[in-house]
């Protein structure tokens, strides 16, 4: 696989060696690395959401198509307010129902931002989630918000381990292994019309009948 830093995050035994990895990690992010981690079903490439260079570089491993953008991830809900324009109360009540999860929100970017995923500021919109893996999520409230992608080729299945991923040891900050990731549903994806309805444009993980307990008004373009 690679001479890199790996955590192997079952060998973590006590609070101690966990503040530890988690601050190794912190602090692989926050000096503009790439690294690989798990989440629900497979390993993506991750980096400070901010760190353009780095965002590049996943798009770099991945070789992505030009205008490829990463999709983000928080640490909780209460960072949606900071990075996303336009928020219904629908859309922050559906966030605070199913993050952290497999649940993604399509939102428009706070023009204050200062990021780019890889689209050139292009699009309208990116697609953000809080994940569920407690550790990751901890490591994502200490840097900010992240970039992710799948720690694959671009079109290729995902990496369920990390002998698949494809990235060299030279381009990877760190090493997150989690051991082999069961394959698993995709997330669920709601996006805002431009008219300001909010809508299913994926069902996933989560139903479509589970949103409409939260928000029996919510359409779908899924078919």
Same mark, same amino acid.
Not at 20 to 29: G, H, S, T, W
Not at 39 to 52: G, I, K, P, R, T
């Given at each position: 696989?690679? +001479? +890199?830093?790996?955590?192997?995050?079952?060998?973590?035994?006590?609070?101690?060696?966990?503040?530890?990895?988690?601050?190794?990690?912190?602090?692989?992010?926050?000096?503009?690395?790439?690294?690989?981690?798990?989440?629900?079903?497979?390993?993506?490439?991750?980096?400070?959401?901010?760190?353009?260079?780095?965002?590049?570089?996943?798009?770099?491993?991945?070789?992505?198509?030009?205008?490829?953008?990463?999709?983000?991830?928080?640490?909780?809900?209460?960072?949606?307010?900071?990075?996303?324009?336009?928020?219904?109360?629908?859309?922050?009540?559906?966030?605070?129902?199913? %993050?952290?999860?497999?649940?993604?929100?399509?939102?428009?970017?706070?023009?204050?931002?200062? %990021?780019?995923?890889?689209?050139?500021?292009?699009?309208?919109?990116?697609?953000?989630?809080?994940?569920?893996?407690?550790?990751?999520?901890?490591?994502?409230?200490?840097?900010?918000?992240?970039?992710?992608?799948?720690?694959?080729?671009?079109?290729? !299945?995902?990496?369920?381990?990390?002998?698949?991923?494809?990235?060299?040891?030279?381009?990877?900050?760190?090493?997150?292994?989690?051991?082999?990731?069961?394959?698993? !549903?995709?997330?669920?994806?709601?996006?805002?019309?431009?008219?300001?309805?909010?809508?299913?444009? #994926?069902?996933?993980?989560?139903?479509?009948?589970?949103? #409409?307990?939260?928000?029996?008004?919510?359409?779908?373009?899924?078919?």
């Amino acid at each position: 696989m690679t +001479s +890199s830093p790996v955590i192997e995050l079952n060998a973590l035994q006590s609070d101690a060696d966990i503040a530890a990895a988690r601050n190794r990690v912190i602090d692989e992010l926050k000096s503009g690395a790439v690294i690989i981690a798990p989440l629900e079903s497979a390993y993506v490439l991750m980096c400070d959401a901010f760190n353009q260079e780095a965002v590049q570089k996943i798009h770099e491993i991945r070789g992505d198509a030009p205008g490829t953008a990463c999709q983000v991830l928080v640490g909780s809900h209460s960072t949606l307010s900071g990075i996303a324009a336009g928020l219904t109360p629908e859309l922050l009540k559906l966030a605070q129902s199913f %993050w952290p999860g497999l649940l993604t929100l399509m939102v428009k970017p706070n023009p204050a931002l200062n %990021w780019d995923l890889g689209d050139g500021g292009e699009l309208s919109h990116f697609a953000v989630r809080v994940p569920e893996g407690e550790f990751i999520r901890s490591v994502i409230s200490g840097v900010g918000p992240v970039a992710i992608a799948s720690a694959s080729l671009s079109g290729a !299945p995902a990496s369920q381990n990390l002998d698949q991923t494809p990235a060299l040891s030279s381009e990877i900050g760190v090493y997150v292994d989690a051991g082999e990731i069961a394959s698993g !549903p995709v997330s669920t994806v709601v996006s805002q019309t431009p008219s300001g309805a909010v809508e299913c444009t #994926r069902e996933g993980a989560i139903s479509l009948n589970q949103l #409409r307990e939260v928000f029996p008004q919510i359409g779908s373009t899924d078919y």
